[in-house]
């Protein structure tokens, strides 16, 4: 599996592999705090069914301004 990241924070036009065990390791700033606050948002039940993401931690603003349909000219 896949994620496909486009404008969130560092990341643009990034594809992430996800397997059953998963090891963020790296620099510092190479964005693996970034990674799991996408991971956060994208296990909550307010990105599904809620209008907004906004939370003390995270300001990402409405579910039209972070999720996007993807081009169909693009594979994965």
Do not use: H
Not at 40 to 54: A, D, I, P, Y
């Amino acid at each position: 599996m896949y994620i496909y990241v486009d404008n969130f924070r560092g990341f643009c036009d990034t594809l992430i592999p996800i397997k059953d065990v998963n090891f963020l390791v790296g620099e510092n700033s190479t964005g693996k705090t970034s990674i799991l606050s996408l991971m956060k948002v994208l296990c909550s039940q307010n990105f599904w069914f809620g209008q907004q993401f906004n939370s003390e931690e995270v300001k990402f603003g409405s579910f039209r301004d972070i999720v996007s349909i993807a081009p169909s000219n693009k594979k994965y």
